[in-house]
Protein backbone atom coordinates (compact mmCIF):
# COMPACT_ATOMS: atom_id res chain seq x y z
CA UNK A 1 0.00 0.00 0.00
CA UNK A 2 1.03 3.62 -0.40
CA UNK A 3 2.41 5.66 2.02
CA UNK A 4 0.44 8.87 2.97
CA UNK A 5 2.48 12.02 3.57
CA UNK A 6 1.15 14.97 4.70
CA UNK A 7 1.81 18.38 4.13
CA UNK A 8 1.83 21.97 5.54
CA UNK A 9 0.07 24.53 2.90
CA UNK A 10 -0.64 28.14 3.82
CA UNK A 11 -4.02 28.67 3.03
CA UNK A 12 -3.01 31.94 0.46
CA UNK A 13 -1.59 29.08 -1.70
CA UNK A 14 -5.06 27.01 -1.54
CA UNK A 15 -6.34 29.39 -4.89
CA UNK A 16 -3.77 28.32 -7.13
CA UNK A 17 -3.43 24.59 -6.46
CA UNK A 18 -6.89 24.33 -6.84
CA UNK A 19 -6.94 25.86 -10.70
CA UNK A 20 -4.09 23.36 -10.97
CA UNK A 21 -5.67 20.26 -9.55
CA UNK A 22 -8.57 21.30 -12.09
CA UNK A 23 -6.82 21.15 -14.73
CA UNK A 24 -4.88 18.25 -14.00
CA UNK A 25 -8.08 16.32 -13.27
CA UNK A 26 -9.90 17.30 -16.50
CA UNK A 27 -7.50 15.13 -18.23
CA UNK A 28 -7.66 11.38 -18.56
CA UNK A 29 -5.54 9.59 -15.74
CA UNK A 30 -4.49 6.25 -15.12
CA UNK A 31 -7.73 5.40 -12.21
CA UNK A 32 -5.36 4.81 -9.31
CA UNK A 33 -3.96 8.44 -9.81
CA UNK A 34 -7.18 10.03 -10.63
CA UNK A 35 -8.49 8.65 -7.50
CA UNK A 36 -5.81 9.88 -5.61
CA UNK A 37 -5.87 13.16 -6.91
CA UNK A 38 -9.54 13.68 -6.58
CA UNK A 39 -9.52 12.98 -3.03
CA UNK A 40 -6.81 15.53 -2.86
CA UNK A 41 -9.11 18.01 -4.53
CA UNK A 42 -11.78 17.56 -2.06
CA UNK A 43 -9.19 17.87 0.91
CA UNK A 44 -8.57 21.26 -0.56
CA UNK A 45 -11.50 22.50 -2.05
CA UNK A 46 -12.73 21.35 2.12
CA UNK A 47 -10.37 24.33 3.35
CA UNK A 48 -11.39 26.29 0.32
CA UNK A 49 -14.47 26.51 1.19
CA UNK A 50 -14.20 27.41 4.86
CA UNK A 51 -11.93 30.12 3.66
CA UNK A 52 -14.65 31.68 1.38
CA UNK A 53 -16.84 31.57 3.85
CA UNK A 54 -15.18 33.27 6.47
CA UNK A 55 -13.93 35.83 3.49
CA UNK A 56 -17.89 36.28 2.97
CA UNK A 57 -18.71 36.82 6.89
CA UNK A 58 -15.49 39.54 6.75
CA UNK A 59 -16.95 40.78 3.53
CA UNK A 60 -20.51 41.41 5.61
CA UNK A 61 -18.94 42.83 8.28
CA UNK A 62 -17.07 45.30 6.29
CA UNK A 63 -18.28 45.60 3.14
CA UNK A 64 -21.07 48.21 1.89
CA UNK A 65 -23.91 48.07 -0.46
CA UNK A 66 -23.93 50.43 -3.61
CA UNK A 67 -26.67 51.70 -5.93
CA UNK A 68 -27.13 48.34 -7.16
CA UNK A 69 -27.32 46.46 -4.15
CA UNK A 70 -24.55 45.01 -4.44
CA UNK A 71 -21.79 44.73 -1.44
CA UNK A 72 -18.45 45.51 -1.50
CA UNK A 73 -15.59 46.46 0.82
CA UNK A 74 -14.26 49.80 -0.47
CA UNK A 75 -14.23 52.30 2.44
CA UNK A 76 -13.03 49.97 5.07
CA UNK A 77 -10.76 47.91 3.22
CA UNK A 78 -7.96 48.50 5.30
CA UNK A 79 -10.08 47.00 8.05
CA UNK A 80 -11.05 44.25 6.10
CA UNK A 81 -7.23 43.54 4.75
CA UNK A 82 -5.61 43.78 8.41
CA UNK A 83 -8.15 40.48 9.77
CA UNK A 84 -7.94 38.68 6.29
CA UNK A 85 -4.20 38.71 5.39
CA UNK A 86 -2.92 36.38 8.51
CA UNK A 87 -5.69 34.26 8.20
CA UNK A 88 -4.17 33.76 4.34
CA UNK A 89 -0.80 32.91 6.74
CA UNK A 90 -2.24 30.56 8.23
CA UNK A 91 -1.60 26.59 7.56
CA UNK A 92 -3.49 23.26 6.87
CA UNK A 93 -2.11 20.10 6.80
CA UNK A 94 -3.13 18.04 3.68
CA UNK A 95 -3.01 14.37 3.97
CA UNK A 96 -2.16 13.03 0.31
CA UNK A 97 -0.60 9.41 -1.38
CA UNK A 98 1.90 11.10 -3.65
CA UNK A 99 1.65 10.73 -7.56
CA UNK A 100 4.05 9.12 -9.61
CA UNK A 101 5.29 11.19 -12.00
CA UNK A 102 5.69 8.35 -14.32
CA UNK A 103 1.72 7.49 -14.28
CA UNK A 104 1.00 10.83 -15.13
CA UNK A 105 3.61 11.47 -17.82
CA UNK A 106 2.25 12.46 -21.30
CA UNK A 107 -0.31 14.99 -19.47
CA UNK A 108 -0.69 18.68 -20.74
CA UNK A 109 -0.07 21.07 -18.31
CA UNK A 110 2.18 24.13 -17.73
CA UNK A 111 5.06 24.55 -15.49
CA UNK A 112 3.49 26.85 -13.53
CA UNK A 113 0.78 24.01 -12.43
CA UNK A 114 3.38 21.50 -12.31
CA UNK A 115 5.51 23.87 -9.88
CA UNK A 116 1.95 24.37 -7.85
CA UNK A 117 2.09 20.77 -7.38
CA UNK A 118 4.98 19.84 -6.57
CA UNK A 119 4.50 18.64 -3.10
CA UNK A 120 2.61 16.37 -4.04
CA UNK A 121 4.85 14.40 -6.20
CA UNK A 122 6.37 11.58 -5.13
CA UNK A 123 10.59 12.23 -3.80
CA UNK A 124 11.41 9.45 -6.39
CA UNK A 125 9.73 11.21 -9.18
CA UNK A 126 11.37 14.45 -8.33
CA UNK A 127 14.71 12.71 -8.05
CA UNK A 128 14.25 11.96 -12.09
CA UNK A 129 12.97 15.11 -12.59
CA UNK A 130 16.50 16.54 -10.95
CA UNK A 131 18.33 14.25 -12.73
CA UNK A 132 16.86 15.44 -16.11
CA UNK A 133 17.66 18.87 -15.24
CA UNK A 134 21.34 17.95 -14.22
CA UNK A 135 21.11 16.51 -18.13
CA UNK A 136 19.50 19.81 -19.87
CA UNK A 137 21.33 22.02 -17.95
Known sequence: ???VKTAKIKLS???DITGSLSKVLSQ??????????????????AEMKELNELRERLIKKYGERDE?????VKSRLEEFQAEFTPILDE?????FIPLDL??????KISPLDIANLE?????????LLADEKEKVG
Open 1 to 3: MAE
Open 13 to 15: ELR
Open 28 to 45: DLPVKQAYRLSKLAKAVQ
Open 68 to 72: QGNLA
Open 91 to 95: EVELS
Open 102 to 107: NDIDGL
Open 119 to 127: MFIDEKSEN
